[in-house]
């Protein structure tokens, strides 16, 4: 609860009339309670008059107000003046005792203020916290006087304690019982031969069970209900698993991919190198080739020593020494031999062993330049994709940067845009009054 507060007391401070306004007149009075510079009225008295003599009072007018202030203004100004523009006089700086003197009325305001306002506040407190209590008092009464109502209403005003009550029973049929049959006569015909005694019950048991298959078959569509929104919950479950996995496989498959490119492209590499080894190993052996080749013509004895007959062909049997390293059968010519004038051509089967020798060469030629020119069409396709791929990135660097360079730009515009439209306004709007010579000749001339 809200704590009570005492009642504040409040004094109104007493405003006492200035000790020369109940005997001057009604300037002078005025400007003494006004000025207290001002000369006492004696100063100023009528000699015709009594000194004793009691003057009206009365209100001034407004242009006796006016007249006043505009002559103890104009007296401050001269004052003023003669303070200010007299060198002997006139004090450097400011006058701190009137400051000191302002400070302290200012003080003394703001405390005279704050009292008021403090005091303000703990009456409106009290007054607050009053009020509260007599809306909780009042709320109070109003829920009691509720409850009693209600309460009353229900214990002393129901609608079953009435006296005609029985007139407007919804329930009377219900409540009413028929006498038993065994009570009735053969007057009343109400027993005869033949009758099912049992209707009613066998009746009452059949709507019973079909209430309980009823209740069953509810209750069997709610089993598979509850069946159906488990099997759907756990498709969407390994909907969703199936998902994260076939994203994680996705992702193995471009790690994958990514690694099989780069092992591809080391492969490239290492297989263009072992072929530049090959190609110069093979210059290599060739050339060594030749090289023997040319040494076992000038060294061979077959070649450079073989011995003919008259006829140009070799004597395989020339003598129990001869032998015939070569193979030559007799009639085949010798190619190269110290006699050449005896020389008188080769056979068919040496031109066609030749023939055939040409023809493989120049297949094994034909298939090296194939295989030479099939190394450099991959290289070729090869070049040309890493060059798309260069003038891809370069083309997409480019776009960038240019990209860059606009935004830069157009940011810098509606910088340049907006410094432009401030100098404009600094020069043209708002510094549009520079001083004049009047402002600096109008310093020393008065002391406001």
């Given at each position: 609860?809200?704590?009570?507060?005492?009642p504040p007391?409040?004094?109104?401070?007493?405003?006492?009339a200035?000790?020369?306004?109940s005997?001057?007149?009604?300037?002078?009075?005025?400007?003494?309670?006004?000025?207290?510079?001002v000369p006492p009225?004696?100063a100023?008295s009528n000699?015709?008059?009594p000194?004793n003599?009691p003057?009206?009072?009365?209100?001034?007018?407004?242009?006796?107000?006016?007249a006043?202030?505009?002559?103890?203004?104009?007296?401050?100004?001269?004052?003023?003046?003669?303070?200010?523009?007299?060198?002997k006089?006139?004090?450097?700086?400011?006058?701190?005792?009137?400051?000191?003197?302002?400070?302290?009325?200012?003080?003394?305001r703001?405390?005279k203020?704050?009292?008021e306002?403090?005091?303000?506040?703990?009456?409106?407190?009290?007054?607050?916290?009053?009020?509260?209590r007599?809306?909780?008092?009042?709320?109070?009464l109003?829920r009691?006087?509720?409850?009693?109502?209600?309460?009353?209403?229900?214990?002393?005003?129901?609608?079953e304690q009435?006296?005609?009550y029985?007139?407007?029973?919804?329930?009377?049929?219900?409540?009413?019982?028929?006498?038993?049959e065994?009570?009735?006569?053969?007057?009343?015909?109400q027993?005869?031969?033949?009758?099912?005694?049992?209707?009613?019950?066998?009746?009452?048991?059949?709507?019973?069970?079909?209430r309980?298959?009823?209740?069953?078959q509810?209750?069997?569509?709610?089993i598979?209900?509850?069946a159906?929104?488990?099997?759907d919950?756990?498709w969407?479950?390994?909907a969703?698993?199936?998902?994260?996995?076939?994203?994680?496989v996705?992702?193995?498959?471009?790690a994958?991919?990514?690694?099989?490119?780069?092992?591809?492209?080391?492969a490239?590499?290492?297989?263009?190198?072992?072929?530049?080894?090959?190609?110069?190993?093979g210059?290599?052996?060739?050339?060594?080739?030749?090289?023997?080749e040319?040494i076992?013509?000038?060294?061979?004895?077959?070649?450079?020593?073989g011995?003919?007959?008259?006829?140009g062909?070799?004597?395989?049997?020339?003598?129990?020494?001869?032998?015939?390293?070569?193979?030559?059968?007799p009639?085949?010519?010798?190619?190269?031999?110290?006699?050449?004038?005896g020389?008188?051509?080769?056979?068919?089967?040496?031109?066609?062993?030749?023939?055939?020798?040409n023809?493989?060469?120049?297949?094994?030629?034909?298939?090296?330049?194939?295989?030479e020119?099939?190394?450099?069409?991959?290289w070729?396709?090869?070049h040309?994709?890493?060059r798309?791929l260069?003038?891809?990135?370069?083309?997409?660097?480019?776009?960038?940067?240019?990209?860059?360079r606009?935004?830069?730009?157009?940011t810098?515009?509606g910088?340049?845009?907006?410094?432009?439209?401030?100098q404009?306004?600094l020069?043209?709007?708002?510094?549009?009054?520079p001083?004049?010579?009047?402002?600096?000749?109008?310093?020393?001339t008065?002391?406001?």
């Open positions: 609860g809200t704590p009570a507060l005492p007391h409040f004094s109104l401070p007493t405003i006492s200035h000790p020369m306004a005997t001057a007149g009604p300037v002078t009075g005025v400007a003494a309670a006004l000025n207290p510079d009225p004696g100023f000699s015709n008059l000194v003599t003057m009206l009072r009365h209100h001034l007018s407004p242009d006796e107000k006016e006043i202030d505009v002559n103890r203004r104009r007296e401050y100004e001269a004052e003023r003046k003669k303070r200010i523009f007299d060198p006089i006139r004090t450097i700086g400011i006058d701190k005792e009137a400051l000191d003197r302002q400070v302290a009325e200012k003080q003394a703001k405390e203020e704050r009292d306002e403090r005091l303000y506040a703990q009456q409106t407190l009290y007054y607050d916290a009053v009020l509260k007599q809306e909780i008092e009042k709320r109070r109003k009691q006087v509720e409850e009693e109502g209600k309460t009353f209403s229900l214990t002393q005003l129901r609608r009435r006296r005609e029985d007139l407007d029973d919804k329930d009377r049929v219900k409540k009413y019982h028929e006498p038993p065994e009570k009735y006569g053969a007057s009343s015909v027993v005869l031969a033949g009758e099912d005694r049992a209707a009613a019950e066998r009746k009452k048991l059949q709507q019973k069970q079909v309980d298959w009823v209740a069953q509810k209750f069997e569509k709610e598979i209900k509850k159906e929104q488990d099997e919950k756990e969407g479950v390994q969703i698993k199936t998902a994260e996995l076939m994203y994680a996705e992702d193995q498959q471009k994958a991919r990514r690694q099989l490119q780069c092992e591809t492209s080391e490239n590499k290492q297989t263009a190198l072992c072929r530049l080894e090959e190609t110069l190993k210059r290599l052996t060739r050339q060594d080739d030749d090289n023997k040319l076992n013509q000038y060294t061979d004895p077959y070649l450079a020593d011995r003919l007959d008259l006829t062909h070799v004597n395989v049997n020339d003598g129990p020494g001869d032998t015939n390293p070569a193979g030559l059968e009639g085949d010519a010798a190619v190269i031999g110290t006699l050449r004038d020389f008188k051509g080769t056979t068919r089967k040496q031109r066609q062993s030749c023939l055939e020798e023809l493989r060469m120049w297949r094994e030629k034909e298939e090296q330049k194939q295989r020119m099939d190394e450099e069409l991959q070729a396709r090869q040309e994709a890493n798309k260069q003038v891809a990135v370069e083309r997409e660097k480019q776009r960038l940067a240019q990209r860059v606009y935004d830069v730009r157009h810098n515009a910088l340049g845009k907006q410094q432009q439209d401030t404009t306004y020069k043209k709007e708002l510094y549009t009054n001083p004049s010579e009047d402002y600096f000749n109008y310093f020393g008065t002391t406001r």
